[in-house]
């Protein structure tokens, strides 16, 4: 075993140092080279889509070889000579990827988010990661059913576990709230080793919730079959959901009010023809740009939707395609692709960058 010392600087908040002990495995593809590989194409629906992309922008492949990689983040060091690196979760392998400009991937935690000994199904580790306000690594973790943080101790500290006494299914993604300190979090089927047909499962629906600094616990809304990936609009007064089922491939869209709970939702995007057509994926992770357009990992690819939820372009990977999450210096999207860490250049930046 051997520690692993960060020391993480987030939107200028104050530097938190955390350590753990991980197991560090062999680079998984350790390069020096900035010549990468590429895949798919942009795809462009209206000239809007022109000031998000450049028309030379290319999808870089990064890293390869993980069996379903989710949830990245980026974590910014200003002492680090490219000014910071990529985590993602690798879930079947429950563990956590660390990726450096230069240096390439390796495990940088493992387990990530199933600590059992007997064996729990396909999926057993953590899923969407964010950084709080303080730098500390947030954790949607599958196999133990819970929102973790990791401390400064360099242990874990359980967040959430349960809804009125119930346990929660498996939390699949987060964001943070206006405050920088509450968590708005989906609670999906997808960790269970057997889905929603599992025996373990406790709750008879998939919420959305709200977890406030004091550790309570609101759910928001189960009205979603599968809710999935989840973001604010950059004024915080609109909240994206998406729902990962097939029959109704689908973003949602809630007004917040001012409590932090949701009024009403409508339909923002609706991808289910996509996925009737055989494009691979499913809506997933989102993310928003500094102007309002929401990056949407769905059928195909990572779809750019204008405020108004018109489509504006396509970057087409070609593969099933999980999250996205901004990076460096806000402009450049990461995004995980199945088997793939992939990254594009954009002409804008992440909301709140």
């Known amino acids: 075993m051997r520690k692993l010392i960060l020391k993480p600087h987030y939107r200028d908040t104050v530097s938190f140092i955390f350590s753990i002990s991980i197991i560090l495995a062999v680079s998984l593809s350790a390069q020096d080279s900035l010549n990468f590989p590429t895949i798919g194409e942009i795809i462009r629906k209206d000239k809007r889509i022109d000031s998000l992309i450049a028309p030379d922008a290319k999808i870089e492949v990064l890293s390869s070889g993980f069996v379903w990689s989710e949830g990245p983040v980026w974590v910014p060091e200003k002492s680090h000579p490219h000014g910071g690196f ?11 990827v660390r990726w450096d400009e230069g240096k390439g991937a390796e495990t940088w935690l493992q387990p990530s988010g199933y600590t059992g000994q007997a064996p729990y199904g396909g999926e057993p580790g953590c899923n969407g990661l964010i950084l709080d306000a303080k730098g500390r ?10 929102l973790s943080v990791l401390t400064e101790g360099g242990g874990k500290r359980t967040l ?6 119930k346990r929660l ?10 405050d920088g300190k509450t968590l708005y979090f989906t609670d999906p089927p997808y960790g269970l080793p057997n889905r929603w047909d599992d025996p373990l499962r406790e709750l008879d629906f998939c919420g959305v919730y709200r ?6 616990i609101t759910l928001l809304t189960k009205e979603m079959t599968r809710p999935n990936g989840i973001a604010f609009s950059p004024d915080f007064k609109t909240l994206y959901v998406a729902q990962s089922d097939p029959e109704a491939a689908i973003i949602k869209a809630f007004p917040v009010n001012d409590d932090g709970t949701l009024g009403e939702g409508s339909l923002f995007y609706d991808a289910t023809n996509l996925v009737k057509e055989g494009l691979p994926g499913l809506p997933d992770g989102l993310k928003v740009d500094e102007a309002g357009n929401l990056w949407a990992t769905a059928p195909g690819g990572v779809h750019v939707l204008s405020p108004e939820g018109k489509l504006l372009g396509r970057i087409a990977t070609g593969e099933k395609t999980a999250n996205c ?3 460096n210096d806000g402009s450049v999207l990461y995004i995980t692709a199945d088997t793939y860490l992939c990254r594009i250049q954009t002409l804008t930046k992440g909301a709140g960058w």
């Open 137 to 146: 690594l947030i954790s949607c973790e599958h196999g133990d059913r819970r």
């Open 325 to 327: 999450a901004w990076g």
């Open 169 to 178: 299914n498996s939390p699949n993604d987060v964001c943070l709230g206006a």
């Open 160 to 165: 959430v576990d349960n809804y009125e006494g």
């Open 86 to 96: 990529i985590l993602f979760s690798d879930i079947p392998n429950n563990r956590v």
């Open 211 to 216: 977890l406030d600094e004091k550790g309570e």
